[in-house]
Each structure stands twice: as C-alpha cells, then as structure tokens.
C-alpha cells in the first residue's frame, strides 16, 4: 500500500486584520497584497507591480509595472464590478462569465480583477471572498467551507450556499452574506429616497432625513427640546467582535467607521444627543456600538440590546426635491405595534440602553 503523499500547491499568509497578505505557489515567487479600505489596490509578484485604479466603487483601469516599462490597460466592467472588456495598448479583450463567475483559463490574466471585481486565486481558480476568508468555487457554484455565520446568524441556513442561489441579482464581498449589487440599488432608488443630502419639509418631530446608502439613513428630531441625531442603519452582532458591526456597502463598519461616514453627511456638534436605531448596537455594554460612539462624539448615545425593526414610511420624492413624510415606526421582532418616534412607549418589548461620554 503506497503512502499517502500531499503536494504543497501554495502557502498562504494572513494579515493581523484576517486579510490575505500573501501567497506563494510552488516554484514561483511570493505574491504580495496590498488593501486600500477592504479593496485590493496592488498585488506585487518579484518584479511586478500591478496596481488598480477606482474611483469609489468603480474600477477603472490597471497598471502594471515591470523592469521600468509601464503597461495601462483601461476596464469596462456592469454594474456588479465584473470585468468585462480590458483595452490595452492595441485592441479590446472581451471577458465572459458563466452566472456563477467561472470562465475558461487563459495564458497569462487580462485582468488582475474578474468576477464581481474579485481577485481569482491563480492556484484554484476559486474566489477569496472576504480578502481570504472563505473560497468560492464557480465552477462547483458553492463555497468550499461552511460559513462561521450560519445557520442561525446572517450567513442563512445553507452554509455553504452563494447568494442564496441567485448569483444573477445579487453579490458577496464578504464571504458571510448577500450584498445586493448596484443595478439592485440603482432600481430600487427610483423608488426611494435619493441618496444625496435632501431639503425636507418637516413635518412632526422627523426633519433633515438623509439617505446615506440603501442601507442607512439619518435624520433628526427633537428630545427634550434640543435636536437630535439618528441613525438608522443594519447592525450585525459576530463573535468575531467585540461589539456590533454596521452593514454598509458591503463593508462591516466600527464605531469610528460608521461616525466617520456620518460626519460626511451632518456635523456630530451639533446635536445634543445621538440615537442609534441599529440592531444590538447596546450589547457589550462599554464595549458596545453605542458606548464607543458616545466616547468618539462626546455625545450621550443610545443604543439597543437586541434587534430592532424601525420602518421607514416616506413617499416617493416630489418634484420639487421634498420629502412627503408621513411617520417613522419602531418596532421589535416580537411585538410589530407602531411606535411614532416622538412618542415612544416605554412600556414595548425593546431594550434601549443610553451610554455617556
């Protein structure tokens, strides 16, 4: 009986915040990752540079450099950030896709980027969703690992499944759940508020409502007689942290994330409080959401323990750029009572918690 003998095909290394820093195949030099926010910017193997070039969250061109000469090849990709035409300094280089994101091997990659905008690994020809945490195989239309967020979490009940099965429609840069694509957003927009800073007409105790993203929003209302700022967004409780993560773009902000994107938008100062509508933003007590953004602001903030369900009831915009706002509700997952924002009953099933400086 012959011994069962494995052939390393590469080691992989990992970064202190879990990304991939590094890999290297059999008999070929060390490729090193480099990440602008959670996005790959440039990848460096021996004496190749390659670096890519966006504007937010679309790609525009790569550049490679090597032994002094410098190559630019211009990317078209849809609307979910697949690389679809690469135009280099002679012609143009259709990609397709399968709707799971396998294609054919080529000699020598277009593009450092492919499906999604992900990095295929040169080895397996799998994606490293997440920057390295989970492999997703196209061709096999699966994750090659169960996910640490399943069954009970947002990962959803199949571990393993990408996209809850509609690859077409939606997209995955973590590597944990679905993040809907940007044709999504763009449709449901039409729909929606706009994501610019709006000129409402107030009307109750709810005015100056922003759209941030499709997942969040923040606007103010009066508490005690001074205003006050809201934040109403996804909030995501792991193990993984020690307090809650908020779901944006993609992008599982902290405290300092999530303010720093407010701060874009509003002026913190200026308010006397903050409220932070955003599933489990309390747990963890001084470890929580809540907590650390009361420290960042030097605001008292609040939060809550558990979930929390906050409807938002706007019309669709007029055509004079206002917002017919008829009322925000709170509710919880177990008691679906409407609550009007001004006039919450301290007698419903939610746990808020409020957090000093």
């Not at 090193?32 to 525009?60: P, W």
């Amino acid at each position: 009986m012959q011994p069962n003998r494995e052939t390393l095909l590469c080691r992989y290394h990992y970064d202190p915040l879990d990304r991939l820093a590094d890999c290297t195949p059999a008999v070929q030099a060390t490729t090193r990752r480099f990440y602008l926010k959670d996005r790959l910017a440039t990848e460096i193997q021996g004496a190749v540079q390659r670096s890519i070039m966006q504007h937010e969250d679309q790609l525009l061109a790569q550049q490679q450099h090597q032994s002094g000469v410098v190559d630019t090849r211009l990317l078209a990709t849809d609307q979910q950030r697949s690389v679809l035409n690469v135009l280099d300094a002679t012609r143009l280089n259709p990609l397709a896709y399968a709707p799971y994101g396998h294609r054919p091997a080529e000699n020598g990659p277009l593009s450092l980027l492919g499906f999604n905008g992900e990095r295929p690994d040169p080895v397996t020809g799998c994606y490293l969703l997440g920057n390295g945490y989970r492999a997703f195989n196209p061709v096999l239309m699966r994750f090659n690992s169960p996910d640490s967020w399943s069954p009970f979490g947002e990962g959803g009940l199949n571990g393993y499944a990408y996209c809850v099965g509609d690859p077409v429609n939606e997209s995955d840069r973590t590597g944990h759940m679905v993040n809907p694509n940007n044709f999504t957003k763009s449709l449901r927009s039409t729909t929606s508020l706009s994501t610019r800073p709006l000129s409402t007409r107030p009307q109750g105790s709810i005015s100056n409502i922003r759209r941030v993203s499709d997942e969040m929003a923040i606007y103010d209302d009066i508490y005690k007689g001074k205003p006050r700022l809201n934040i109403d967004a996804h909030g995501i409780d792991t193990p993984t942290f020690k307090s809650t993560r908020v779901s944006l773009n993609g992008e599982l902000l902290d405290a300092k994330g999530l303010l720093s994107e407010v701060e874009k938008h509003v002026n913190p100062k200026e308010y006397s409080n903050v409220r932070l509508l955003i599933c489990h933003s309390a747990n963890g007590g001084t470890d929580s959401l809540a907590a650390r953004i009361s420290q960042l602001s030097n605001k008292p903030t609040k939060g809550f323990i558990g979930e929390v369900i906050v409807e938002n009831e706007l019309e669709l915009l007029t055509t004079n750029g206002l917002v017919e706002q008829k009322r925000i509700r709170m509710q919880t997952d177990k008691q679906r009572l409407p609550i009007v924002v001004s006039l919450i009953d301290k007698s419903r099933n939610y746990k808020p918690r409020k957090f000093y400086p």
